[in-house]
Each structure stands twice: as structure tokens, then as C-alpha cells.
């Protein structure tokens, strides 16, 4: 039980060493010209927020939407919107392609623009509902931010129906060419590692000493805290191949990472997961017990991905780190040496995650007991700490 009570504390500990730190206040710019100080209530947007939810100094809860705000600074990572009306290319969405020139999509917006590139030439970002990324260029002195646009529509080549893509913004780019360092642009993509790289050399070269690259929050890695249930199986035989079932139903605590594969549109993750498990085996002649944790890595892939929610499938490979095993004849003890594989399936809405996980356990229990077959049930119900 003081197991119990030192994961618990742990989990605690981090939370409130993470939480706790000083924080910067938030500003506000309003359409009005007028600047507030606060704080914002929400930040779990996935790049950007349609609109903000906004505390002031005086605890006034406040809303905003683009068309009230010339836009707002986040204190501590000194991420900057700004909001602009800009004509938006919603030619492809998700897997929806275009097949002709006459269904292209543009459509003039007010929208929060993140600032990625600060300069003489300015790189602005935006992403919308359904997960694609839209990119600006805003020269010094120009009024509105012209997007960068690359398209894929399907075109006839030697009388087959091909998928081609038309990379206009190589062409816009050529704009930066009175820099004598930036004469070609087809090594440039259109993603945030390419662009930026591209903007900030232009910068550079013309001369440019205020130029900086605005430092968003990190969306490479996610801490979870986990606390749950779990339902453990487990068949065994002794020396007569006599049945045994152990069935139980016993506490899950534990805390996770996931990591983001670049280049995925956030679809796809690398969780790595460490949770506590006690079993106690109600069999009546051989009682048993046994505490582990389960280490478990795998990928994760996203069936629904919007700003606010995703619907996630998860599999993976774990392996169990005895704490202790024995069963009440304590002649009968051997360690742990458990593995197998595991799939689950999970729901997050903002900060909170609900997941169910199934995992197989292969492998011996004791010396005179194998496992014939073992699987565990788990429902998790997870707070993401970073």
C-alpha cells in the first residue's frame, strides 16, 4: 500500500512543480487599440484558437473572437497572433483532392495568424479544423499576408489519371530574390522547419538585426498522469494440468509520454507508457499476489484529429518489472518474467484523456505453474501535465 501512496505523491509532486512556477501574464490588443493584461484560460488549441477565453487582472472573465482583437501576446513562450482578413486556399482538405482548376477553393477570412518569422520578410501560420496547415508571406510594408500555396489535383499524363502537385509557392517566393544568397528556392518545402530556415536567411541577408523566430509551445512531447482500473485473466496448470484461474480486479496508476512523429500532421505518435499494477490471484488453494509495473512502447495513430479532440488507436509491445510475486506457500516463489503485446483505444478532449487498453501476457509465472493464458483489461482515465 505505501507503493500506492508514493506513486500518488509523485504524480502530485511533478504536477505542482510544473504548475507552480512564476508565470508571465498574457496581453491583449483590442480592436479599440486598448491593451489588456490577464490571463488566457484556455491553451490546449492545436494551432489556432477560433477564439480566446481571457481572465483579466481583476478576474473578469472575458471572450474573444478574431474581428475584436488586433491580437494577443502568451506570456511565458512569447508565442504571438496577430488578426488578419486573408484569402484562404481550401482547395484540399484532409484527402480531398481537387480535379480541375474550376474547383479550386478560395475564401477571404479573419483569423488569428501565429507569428512564426519576425522581420523584413514575416512567415505567419495558421491551421484549420481539419488539421491543414496554411502558410504567409508578409513583406515589410505590405498590408495583408499573401498565402504560400501548393496544390495536388489529379491530371490526364499519357492518358492515365495522375495525382500532380502544382508548387506555386516557389514562385511566390521568388520575391526574396534581391538577396544574392537566395537564387533558387526548389530545395524549399512548404512546412514550418523549411519556411522558417528560408525566412530567416532572407532576413539576415538584407541586413536585418531585429530578426527573430517567435518560440511557440512545444507540441513535439505530452506528459500524462494515468489513474484507472484494471481486470487481469490469468490461467495457469500445476503439476497434475489442473486449471488454476486467477481473476481479479485491481488499481492502475502511472504517467506516459507520446511523442510526435514530424511530418504527420500530428496523426501519429510514439507513447511510452510505465503503470503500476497488484494482483491478487482468488484461487482458493493456491492464493497469490504480485505487484509490477508494465513498461509499454508502441505507436499511436489518430482516427479523429480537430483542434479540441482526438479518437486515437494505440498498440504495442510491454514488458513486466517485477516489485514482488508470491504466493502464499512462499516455496513456490520465482519472479516475474512476463511480456506481450498490447492495443487500445483512446478519446482526449482537451486535457483529459479516457483510454481502454488490452494487453496479452506470454511467458512463465513460476516453477511450478506456467501460464497458460494471461490478458489484462485496463480503463484509463489520464490528465495530461504538459
Known amino acids: 500500500m505505501k507503493k500506492h501512496y508514493f506513486l500518488i505523491a509523485l504524480i502530485l509532486y511533478c504536477h505542482y512543480h510544473l504548475f507552480a512556477q512564476s508565470v508571465?501574464?498574457?496581453?491583449?490588443v483590442l480592436a479599440s487599440g486598448e491593451t489588456k493584461i490577464g490571463t488566457l484560460k484556455e491553451k490546449e488549441w492545436m494551432k489556432n484558437p477560433s477564439k480566446i477565453k481571457f481572465i483579466t487582472t481583476e478576474s473578469k472573465p472575458l471572450e474573444y473572437f478574431p474581428t475584436q482583437l488586433k491580437g494577443?501576446?502568451?506570456?511565458?513562450?512569447?508565442?504571438?497572433?496577430?488578426?488578419h482578413t486573408v484569402s484562404m486556399d481550401l482547395s484540399m482538405l484532409g484527402n480531398s483532392y481537387t480535379s480541375n482548376a474550376e474547383s479550386i477553393i478560395v475564401k477571404d477570412t479573419t483569423v488569428f495568424?501565429?507569428?512564426l518569422v519576425e522581420g523584413q520578410a514575416r512567415l505567419l501560420y495558421y491551421m484549420d479544423n481539419r488539421r491543414k496547415e496554411h502558410f504567409?508571406?508578409?513583406?515589410?510594408?505590405?498590408?495583408?499576408?499573401?498565402?504560400?500555396?501548393?496544390r495536388k489535383e489529379y491530371i490526364l499524363r499519357n492518358g492515365q489519371r495522375v495525382?500532380?502537385?502544382?508548387?506555386d509557392y516557389l514562385a511566390q517566393l521568388s520575391v526574396l530574390k534581391n538577396?544574392?544568397?537566395?537564387?533558387?528556392?526548389?530545395?524549399?518545402?512548404?512546412?514550418?522547419?523549411?519556411l522558417i530556415k528560408t525566412l530567416v536567411k532572407y532576413n539576415?541577408?538584407?541586413?536585418?538585426?531585429?530578426?527573430?523566430?517567435v518560440r511557440e509551445d512545444n507540441e513535439v512531447f505530452e506528459v500524462w498522469a494515468q489513474l484507472g482500473v484494471g481486470m487481469g485473466f490469468q490461467r495457469q496448470y500445476d503439476y497434475k494440468?489442473?486449471?488454476?484461474d486467477f481473476n481479479n480486479i485491481h488499481p492502475v496508476i502511472g504517467i506516459g509520454l507520446d511523442m510526435v512523429i514530424p511530418r504527420t500532421k500530428n496523426k501519429f505518435r510514439v507513447t511510452v507508457d510505465a503503470n503500476y499494477h497488484s494482483f491478487d490471484g482468488n484461487n482458493i488453494s493456491y492464493p497469490s499476489e504480485s505487484k509490477y509495473i508494465n513498461l509499454t512502447l508502441g505507436p499511436k495513430y489518430d482516427l479523429l484529429n480537430n483542434k479540441k479532440t482526438r479518437l486515437y488507436v494505440t498498440a504495442g509491445y510491454g514488458i513486466y518489472v517485477k516489485l514482488s510475486n508470491a504466493q502464499k506457500d512462499n516455496s513456490w516463489v520465482r519472479p516475474i518474467d512476463l511480456s506481450g503485446e498490447y492495443g487500445g483505444l483512446g478519446f482526449v478532449h482537451k486535457r483529459v484523456a479516457v483510454e481502454l487498453k488490452y494487453e496479452n501476457v506470454n511467458n512463465a509465472f513460476n516453477w511450478l505453474y506456467s501460464t497458460q493464458s494471461a490478458y489484462n483489461f485496463s480503463l484509463l482515465l489520464k490528465y495530461r501535465l504538459l
Open 24 to 28: 508571465s501574464l498574457d496581453t491583449l
Open 72 to 83: 494577443f501576446k502568451v506570456g511565458e513562450s512569447g508565442e504571438q497572433y496577430e488578426t
Open 113 to 115: 495568424l501565429s507569428v
Open 136 to 150: 504567409y508571406l508578409q513583406l515589410k510594408g505590405e498590408a495583408k499576408p499573401e498565402e504560400l500555396i501548393e
Open 163 to 167: 495525382l500532380a502537385t502544382s508548387k
Open 179 to 194: 538577396c544574392n544568397e537566395l537564387n533558387d528556392f526548389s530545395g524549399v518545402s512548404l512546412t514550418k522547419s523549411s
Open 204 to 213: 539576415q541577408c538584407v541586413g536585418d538585426a531585429t530578426v527573430k523566430v
Open 241 to 244: 494440468k489442473t486449471p488454476l
